[in-house]
């Protein structure tokens, strides 16, 4: 619960499917009347019962606020994934959250089941009692699938009460799937088998099948009767309609809630059945069942020639992400219309520029630390924020009266956080735009995150070969190429131009009594000081082991940083605790940075002076 308000939290699959769409859409208009807060974390594919192997867009599940969410409702054949869903109800136990499992089988959770095999046998009993066929051919989908051979077993069941003798040869497998089914029927149809139904396990195959039939000189349903199940929308558009049965979007929208009220009343039912209605059609010799729905099929029109202008957008969005130079300008290019009703979240770990986010494993602490990456009223960079803040997060982006979508932004097969789609409707193409928007962000963050870290090795190494390693200061090479393109720059000519040379004292007999680390503290400390006290733009060198020098461009006081350089070093030798003492001799030379400029003549003058003041502070340390 939040602030007064309930919180559902679904977690599903693919809701741009447009049954799934609807039953959504319908459920969440019921919570939302209750004035409950709705979000549907979802995948964008299926994870197809594919328990071994890793899909990081599953990390969405993660992301549910168990601390605030009063009923966990699980689309367990939509996300196809025993693992994802155990976990999701391990962690609803440790908060006392009741869960409800749509269409699958777990101890302690209210289950939803769909009678597939009273439903499925409904229309197999249609098609062999009510059409009277006498040589069916059943099309199953794969071999040992569980579905599959449930529905086997019904139509071996059906046509033995009807006298119809079985055979193997009335079994074809077409895997689910159309290629497969469009194949079995017509390897079937090569070998001579000529049935007068053939009875489909979904309606993906029986469309095809027809299909295939129609190809091959036969007539549907005047020659061959066909059946599907599933009740897809694709079922109403193809010719002839697809006789069929589905669990209606609008009665399993009524189960559910009536078994989230229940939950909230604290009354859990272990079961509660759902039986698929039969849905007769043409492709059975039936008459329509339904009219076409024109407008459904011009959402299809619409939907499919809008994402053709969209997809040029997003692939734009990608690019520019991509190629920007840090996070805020990252950030700035995910503002258009297109992404107005979206807010991005990352882990604060794949922004840190020194770290190779993708090939470095993502470590558990790492996911309890987040960043609004973009947040359409808000500016970037806003405070990181803990796992603890989540849920408050998450429900305040949810829009009174609609659910709020929530998919994982992931890459190169690692999570890097979530996004929040909140539409103020349930326009089924901004649902389908989800599954774009999402990859669009998940393309153009990933590919900005390598971009930026490619970038800091170069800089990395180009420092490697610019820098002294131990002082931090410009070697000759680094130098030379910097003080190059300064004399490029027009705006630098004809300025009074200083070169200051600095040698440390005594670096032999420091090393030879305390050591050589003792020594290259020493020249840090004394490069500290050369870099410290010369005016920023400055050009400081280590030229040689105990040399440096410094090229000062524009009006300055040489002694004035000379002894700012005294001072630097006399407060660093007085926090020494040993007798190890820094001290360094500079010599200064100011000229005119013009065409006639000549850096070595004036190195020379200014190391003449060096050696001049350390020669007079030799003499003065030896009259001491």
């Known amino acids: 619960m939040k602030d007064g308000k309930k919180v559902i939290s679904i977690c599903t699959s693919r809701i741009f499917d447009a049954q799934q769409h609807i039953f959504l859409k319908l459920l969440s208009r019921k919570l939302s009347a209750e004035s409950a807060l709705v979000m549907i974390f979802c995948t964008n594919t299926d994870l197809y019962w594919e328990e071994e192997k890793y899909f990081p867009e599953a990390a969405v599940f993660e992301f549910v606020p168990f601390d605030i969410t009063d009923v966990l409702i699980i689309m367990d054949e939509k996300i196809k994934s025993k693992n994802v869903s155990e976990e999701l109800i391990s962690k609803a136990r440790e908060n ?44 199953a989908g794969f071999r040992g699938n569980v579905f599959s051979e449930q529905r086997i077993a019904v139509f071996k069941k059906v046509i033995a009460e009807n006298g119809i003798p079985f055979s193997e040869d009335m079994i074809c497998y077409g895997d689910f799937w159309a290629a497969p089914a469009r194949a079995a029927m017509q390897d079937a149809l090569d070998r001579g088998i000529r049935p007068d139904a053939v009875i489909c396990a979904n309606d993906i195959m029986a469309i095809n099948i027809c299909d295939v039939l129609i190809k091959n000189g036969f007539r549907v349903p005047e020659d061959v009767r066909v059946s599907g199940f599933d009740g897809i929308d694709e079922a109403s558009f193809c010719s002839p309609r697809i006789s069929t049965a589905s669990c209606g979007s609008d009665l399993l929208a009524d189960t559910v809630y009536n078994c989230v009220s229940n939950c909230l009343k604290g009354i859990i039912h272990d079961e509660v059945p759902v039986l698929p209605q039969l849905m007769p ?153 989800t599954a774009s928007i999402t990859n669009t962000v998940s393309m153009g963050l990933g590919g900005f995150i390598i971009s930026r870290y490619q ?108 002894g700012s350089i005294e001072r630097a070093l006399d407060e660093a030798n007085a926090r020494q605790p040993c007798e190890c003492k820094t001290s360094l001799s500079c010599g200064a030379f100011t000229t005119t940075l013009g065409k006639r400029f000549d850096l070595s003549s004036a190195l020379k003058k200014a190391d003449e002076r060096m050696y001049r003041n350390k020669r007079s502070r030799k003499m003065k340390f030896t009259n001491i």
């Not at 006392?96 to 499925?120: A, L, S």
């Not at 993708?358 to 790492?366: A, D, G, V």
């Not at 050591?515 to 400055?538: V, Y």
Request: proline share 5%; glycine share 6%.
């Open 281 to 433: 059609n043409e492709s059975c010799g039936c008459c329509t069942s339904i009219e076409q729905p024109l407008s459904i099929l011009s959402r299809f029109n619409n939907s499919f020639y809008r994402y053709q202008d969209d997809i040029r957008i997003m692939y734009e969005i990608t690019t520019a992400v991509q190629m920007s130079s840090d996070p805020q300008k990252a950030a700035d290019c995910l503002t258009h219309t297109m992404m107005a009703d979206t807010h991005c979240f990352t882990y604060s770990s794949c922004l840190e520029i020194e770290r190779d986010y993708f090939s470095s494993p993502i470590m558990t602490s790492e996911k309890s630390k987040f960043r609004a990456f973009y947040d359409p009223d808000s500016p970037f960079p806003s405070p990181d924020f803990g796992e603890d803040e989540l849920g408050s997060r998450l429900a305040a982006l949810v829009r009174p009266g609609y659910p709020m979508i929530v998919n994982a932004l992931d890459y190169l097969g690692k999570p890097m956080g979530f996004i929040c789609h909140r539409f103020a409707n349930y326009d089924i193409v901004n649902y389908a735009k």
């Open 96 to 139: 006392d959250t009741p869960v409800i499992v749509v269409d699958g089988e777990y101890e302690n959770t209210c289950r939803i089941r769909f009678d597939y095999e009273k439903g499925f046998e409904n229309i197999v009993r249609h098609m062999i009692v009510d059409h009277g066929v006498k040589n069916p051919l059943f099309m």
């Open 455 to 562: 970038r800091y090795l170069l800089d990395k190494v180009e420092e490697m070969y610019s820098t002294d390693s131990l002082t931090g200061l410009f070697n000759r090479s680094g130098f030379n190429a910097e003080f190059e393109k300064l004399l490029e720059d027009e705006s630098f000519g004809h300025r009074p131009v200083t070169v200051l040379m600095a040698d440390l004292d005594g670096l032999k007999f420091i090393n030879d009594t305390y050591g050589h680390e003792a020594g290259d503290n020493a020249i840090k400390r004394a490069a500290d000081a050369l870099k410290n006290s010369c005016p920023e733009g400055s050009l400081c060198v280590r030229f040689g082991g105990d040399e440096m020098f410094a090229v000062i461009i524009g009006a300055c006081d040489p002694e004035s940083i000379i």
